[in-house]
């Protein structure tokens, strides 16, 4: 053997032993991440006992609606669709006007819905990536605003809407929630995580403007959170009963609003309500089946790429 064969030749490079140690702890993180994860039987038990739980609400609406008030009533309620269901539906829809009440309630929830995701994204990115004076102060202040009942500013915001010509329409519903500081709280710590600093500065080297990094860079990425809020503000704008029921009438009602006329006289009705809130809930439902895998694969989308 030659001593230029056993010779170490100073030109090939020499990994340092921390670099070999993350790159194979890189590939085997891959090499797991790729595998498929297989629950055992208990998790499958869990899960099947949870969503009987949370679907048997429902079940029992729809069985109590399919009854008459006399069935409903007996210590021992059935269990088992009657056949009243299609009649006691036809019934609450005609008593509490809910071809109305539903139309109101699609454009009080759109309107407060969009609006809350716009602005919260949009604050929430103020206060998550911009720089300004007082920043954290305004971030405390609005953050305080959720320690503050609702309750307390009816009477001053009712005198408000009425100043405004506003009482018994829909305006009145819809301007006093057009952001709420649950949104841009959650969007403020959904863009702090998901957004890196280094993307707003590349779009300041580029020349451009906050305005035009919102809608360029923030909004693509923080459009699985924005299809959460939009989910989670409209089903609570749908439901919102208290504020649109001081400041609205039965002849302009939304669907909460419109189910207290089925609750209306001496003898209620169990079975005529059950059904009214079946047919409130209906909507509900089919915007989940339809929008609800895409929500969940933009979630799902967005955790892959953080």
């Known amino acids: 053997m030659t001593t230029e064969s056993l010779a170490v030749r100073t030109d090939t490079p020499v990994r340092p032993a921390a670099e070999t140690t993350r790159r194979g702890g890189r590939r085997l993180l891959r090499q797991k991440a790729g595998r498929q994860h297989h629950a055992g039987p208990l998790a499958y038990v869990l899960l099947a006992v949870m969503a009987l739980l949370s679907i048997f609400p429902l079940y029992w609406t729809m069985v109590a609606a399919s009854t008459d008030n006399t069935r409903v009533s007996q210590t021992t309620p059935p269990f088992l669709p009657g056949p009243n269901l299609f009649s006691n539906l036809a019934r609450a829809w005609d008593e509490a006007a809910m071809g109305k009440a539903m139309i109101n309630s699609f454009i009080v929830a759109g309107v407060i819905a969009l609006s809350t995701v716009f602005f919260a994204t949009l604050a929430g990115f103020a206060f998550a990536k911009l720089r300004f004076k007082g920043r954290n102060a305004l971030l405390m202040l609005v953050i305080g605003t959720m320690l503050v009942p609702p309750q307390l500013g009816v009477v001053p915001l009712f005198m408000m809407m009425s100043e405004l010509g506003w009482s018994q329409q829909l305006p009145a519903v819809i301007f006093p929630t057009l952001v709420s500081a649950v949104g841009v709280f959650f969007m403020r710590q959904y863009l702090t995580e998901a957004l890196p600093d280094e993307l707003v500065e590349a779009g300041r080297v580029d020349g451009a403007h906050s305005l035009r990094i919102f809608w360029s860079i923030v909004l693509p990425i923080a459009r699985p959170a924005m299809a959460v809020l939009f989910m989670i503000t409209f089903v609570h704008a749908w ?24 609750s209306a006289g001496y003898v209620r009705d169990q079975s005529l309500i059950m059904a009214g809130a079946l047919l409130g809930t209906l909507p509900l439902l089919a915007m989940f089946i339809v929008f609800g895998r895409q929500i969940v694969s933009g979630i799902m989308a967005g955790a892959v790429k953080g």
């Open 239 to 262: 439901n919102d009963f208290f504020w649109p029921f001081v400041v609205l009438d039965m002849t302009n009602p939304t669907v909460p609003v419109a189910l207290t006329q089925l």
